[in-house]
């Protein structure tokens, strides 16, 4: 219809019409030619600004993949938008894994133990590894049973994190001797033993009295001050502190009595002192009193307080009653299930053994005292406790005296 070249103007002249009407604008070019081609130029403005259909071209799809890039784009943008919004505002965001264990381990301070445990990683020289053992389930926050053995170095190890305990080469000794009894060291992680088949391997028949919880410091400071706590969880599993001796402290922790009181200096455990205040002084009287206890002496009662004023008695030294603030009782967990499974593996195991209770011999007053000697499951000798006195409750007294508690007879030496 047009001519693709003019000689005159030497103007090419393609489909695209947009400008054509400029160059034909010179001399030569009739008015019905500009007329025409200005009609054509419209049509097509106008057919390009008309949607295309699928039948008539393949136009449709590239407008609407051209759509979609820009609303996905948008949306991205959008997206992009609020993460920056809401990283500026003052909440932060949720935390990885790794920092949500360390965030656990920065606001739980204390950890659990059972005291029957403790005192047998005492008795059998494994404290070491128990301490690690117990470390390692204070890191696995989530309980899975198992921690990373590069995480577990990292966090016990380095001297700059806060559950140091000791070197690299001296907690890889630990892990090998401990190896099989606390854990199981595999596929890169350390699969840690459960409570009850540790008790089991330790052979600890049953848990006894409550359980403890102690402060994290405990077990990461030094080895004797770890060793301290768990001797002392004796004192902090008893329901109400009553007159313990030495020797029986030493077979229930294995602790010497010159170890115990280094303990008790260490922690700064309370001690009270108490005394059994029993029949009246005589020669005959002090006699059985030493074939029987092994001590007694002569008190006067100058002031009246237990009777006559000026009367003599005979008195003997009990077993102190001791109190431990660093530690908590706390709620007892697992621990029937415990028991319950170590009943279960002793039936299986080693039948026909078995444990004699140890009857009890305090009594916080003196009903209590007589109801189980008449409903015959006592000896026929028990104790009571009438008057407990502390620094705390006597601000006068100095912070090194020691508390007294006077223990009273109901049985036998009861004619005073």
């Given amino acids: 219809m047009y001519p693709t070249s003019c000689s005159k103007y030497d103007v090419r002249i393609t489909h695209d019409d947009r400008d054509v009407n400029a160059h034909l604008s010179g001399e030569g070019w009739s008015e019905a030619l500009l007329a025409a081609n200005a009609r054509l130029h419209d049509r097509r403005k106008e057919a390009q600004a008309r949607p295309s259909w699928p039948g008539n071209s393949a136009g ?46 920065t606001y739980v301070a204390t950890v659990r133990v059972y005291p029957s445990l403790a005192h047998a990683a005492i008795q059998q020289g494994c404290v070491p590894a128990l301490r690690v053992w117990l470390l390692l389930r204070h890191l696995d926050g989530r309980g899975g049973g198992w921690v990373e053995t590069k995480r577990a170095f990292e966090r016990l190890s380095k001297k700059a994190s806060p559950l140091h305990i000791c070197g690299k080469r001296r907690l890889s000794q630990i892990v090998r001797e401990g190896g099989g009894v606390f854990w199981t060291r595999r596929d890169g992680r350390l699969w840690l033993t459960g409570a009850a088949k540790l008790c089991g391997r330790l052979n600890v028949i049953h848990l006894d009295g409550r359980t403890v919880t102690l402060p994290l410091a405990a077990l990461t400071g030094r080895l004797k001050l770890c ?151 006592q000896t026929t000798l028990a104790y009571w406790h009438s008057s407990h006195e502390s620094a705390a409750n006597n601000p006068s007294r100095s912070n090194s005296a020691r508390a007294t508690t006077i223990f009273f007879s109901v049985g036998e030496n009861d004619n005073f």
């Avoid at 993949?65 to 003052?90: G, I, P």
Wanted: proline residues 3%; contains cysteine; positive net charge.
């Fill in 227 to 377: 060793r301290a706590h768990l001797y002392a969880t004796v004192h902090s599993r008893r329901r109400d502190p009553a007159p313990i001796a030495r020797v029986t402290l030493t077979h229930i922790t294995g602790a010497c009595e010159r170890s115990q009181r280094e303990y008790d200096a260490l922690l700064k455990v309370e001690r009270t002192a108490s005394y059994h205040l029993g029949e009246k002084y005589t020669t005959d009287n002090l006699i059985e009193s030493h074939w029987q206890h092994g001590n007694g002496f002569e008190f006067i009662d100058a002031h009246g307080r237990h009777g006559r004023k000026g009367a003599s008695y005979i008195a003997r030294r009990l077993g102190n009653t001791y109190t431990v603030t660093q530690q908590a009782q706390t709620a007892t967990g697992r621990k029937k299930k415990i028991n319950r499974y170590l009943n279960d593996l002793v039936k299986k195991q080693a039948q026909g053994n078995e444990q004699s209770k140890v009857e009890r011999l305090y009594f916080p007053n003196g009903a209590a005292a007589v109801k189980a000697i008449s409903s015959q499951r």
């Fill in 60 to 105: 449709w799809l590239d407008a609407l993949r051209e759509r979609a890039s820009c609303s996905l784009s948008s949306c991205v943008v959008d997206e992009t938008a609020e993460r920056d919004k809401t990283t500026a505002t003052d909440e932060p965001a949720s935390p990885a894994p790794n920092e949500e264990h360390e965030e656990a381990e």
